[in-house]
């Protein structure tokens, strides 16, 4: 579903983010995207959707290549999660904003309902489908920008620090939601406790490098390995 | 509520009048948008010493006030702040313009002083008339409307897009102006040698906001384009909500009926 082979990314002043990435990811699968801060998580979760472009190698999203040609295509596809959630909700209230890809995608109004009333479900935010955005604790506005995903029923998920401003309710709530969705999702995350909840596999972002891909349990155990990337075990396995 | 959280309460109250579900809110929006530009564009045509024709055509906003059932106090109340401005339009045609009509009692009425009022009235009516458009029509209808008569998609995404962005600049200013009065205590507004720094902070977090908004609406299938499902598909009811508007409105500007009634009653 997601193959990417070499990739480099570099920003404009030639500071390398991402080096030499080979990724390959199938669907269903739940992957665990950690490292340190500035480890090229968020940036290579925006290559993905083609947010960021200009890079090295190749990104392919479901086959096709993600270039100006087929961004639309694989925009259509992939829910992308934006780790600041002012920046995903900009409509004035909850279902508004819900329903702005499904109108956008052209879908006719009981089919627009459909996927907002579902969204909302799956997500337990119901009560909120006519309150105002700005009048949204931070919480609230967490779970409202998942839910915006959500109504595009998208093939790909693609989420950045989705547990950010969560209570521990809403965040196992959360982890709950992400348990039952089917889809091939990647989510970015310093909270390696949720990612050992939700994803099988992990990969290791270090100094823009993969550093570990494989059994969560297994990377997100190896103490040696997470504080040579500047990460520390989860709390569950700390003493 | 600071003024900040006030003008984004405002700002979202607005949208909630403009998306409630009444008949003449659903009217289809080039409907509206198109007798908003015709009532605007009679009521420019009237001449400058046309008083009693121009009155008539307070019939338009009166009528959408009733059957959207707005309150005229607080649409007042919002547009205080553009109303002064358009009433010091005309204020030095009494000067100028100083030809007697007539007298009520000892002063003198000039034409100056009603061309002064006709272009008052002219300025009231027509952001009346505007801020009904928007009172009764969300934004992306607006811009829908907008797209249906050609206006060419960059300029209607700059104006949705620029609708979007003002809340969340007000909100950009909220947060910098709390981070400085909480640092900053028993200071009365802002030092003006911080000024600089602070406007300069402001653009760019809202540079930084808008793109990523745009990418956030792009990535959810936003390209420009207006999609509104059989919502927004014209009915009968439009046309002959706009045929009995345009009716009224050519009626009012061509026949002299505020005239007639001062005749009959007067």
Redesign the interface.
């Known amino acids: 579903m997601i193959d990417i082979k070499n990739l480099i990314f570099e920003y404009d002043r030639g500071i390398r983010v991402l080096d030499n990435i080979s990724l390959s990811c199938k669907n269903g699968e739940s992957v665990g995207l950690v490292g340190a801060n500035g480890a090229g998580k968020s940036t290579l979760l925006k290559l993905l959707v083609g947010i960021a472009d200009k890079y090295e190698g190749e990104i392919k999203v479901d086959g096709l290549d993600v270039n100006k040609k087929n961004i639309s295509k694989i925009r259509e596809k992939t829910g992308y999660v934006f780790q600041d959630y002012d920046s995903q909700l900009f409509m004035p209230k909850v279902v508004d904003d819900v329903a702005f890809a499904p109108v956008n995608y052209g879908f006719a109004k009981e089919e627009v309902d459909r996927r907002v009333d579902k969204a909302l479900t799956q997500i337990n935010i119901e009560h909120l489908r006519d309150r105002h955005i700005y009048k949204l604790s931070g919480g609230e506005k967490k779970l409202v920008s998942i839910a915006t995903i959500l109504s595009m029923e998208p093939e790909i998920i693609l989420m950045d620090e989705p547990s950010i401003a969560l209570d521990p309710k809403n965040r196992r709530n959360l982890i709950n939601i992400l348990n039952n969705l089917g889809q091939l999702k990647i989510i970015a995350s310093h909270d390696l406790d949720m990612i050992m909840d939700t994803c099988k596999r992990t990969v290791l972002l270090s100094g823009g490098r993969i550093a570990a891909d494989g059994d969560t349990r297994e990377v997100l155990s190896d103490k040696e390995l997470l504080e040579s990337a500047g990460l520390e075990l989860p709390l569950r396995l700390q003493k | 509520m600071s003024r900040l959280d006030n003008a984004?309460h405002e700002?979202?109250h607005i949208?909630?009048v403009a998306?409630r579900d009444q008949w003449v809110n659903n009217i289809h929006p080039l409907v509206k948008l198109a007798l908003t530009i015709i009532y605007i564009i009679i009521v420019v045509s009237f001449g400058k010493y046309n008083l009693s024709g121009l009155i008539g055509m307070a019939v338009y906003p009166a009528a959408v006030f009733i059957l959207a059932e707005l309150s005229f106090k607080d649409s007042l109340k919002r547009l205080k702040v553009v109303l002064p401005f358009v009433c010091i339009v005309g204020i030095f045609n009494p000067f100028f313009d100083r030809i007697p009509i007539y007298n009520i009692g000892s002063f003198t009425v000039t034409t100056g002083m009603i061309s002064m009022l006709t272009l008052v009235i002219k300025g009231v009516f027509s952001v009346l008339a505007s801020y009904l458009l928007i009172a009764i029509t969300t934004i992306e209808e607006i811009c829908f409307a907008l797209r249906l008569i050609h206006v060419p998609s960059i300029i209607v995404t700059q104006v949705m897009l620029m609708y979007?962005y003002i809340?969340?600049l007000i909100?950009e200013v909220e947060r910098i102006t709390k981070a400085y009065s909480l640092r900053a205590p028993g200071q009365k507004g802002i030092h003006f040698k911080v000024w600089g720094s602070l406007v300069g902070q402001l653009l760019l977090r809202s540079m930084d906001?808008a793109e990523?908004?745009y990418?956030?609406?792009?990535?959810?299938?936003?390209?420009g384009n207006f999609?509104?499902?059989?919502?927004h598909k014209f009915v009968m009811s439009d046309i002959i909500y706009f045929a009995v508007w345009l009716i009224i409105l050519l009626v009012f500007r061509f026949v002299p009926i505020v005239r007639a009634f001062g005749y009959i009653f007067g």
């Open positions: 984004i700002l979202n949208e909630d998306g979007r809340s969340m909100g906001k990523a908004v990418e956030s609406m792009c990535l959810r299938g936003f390209n999609y509104y499902s059989e919502k």
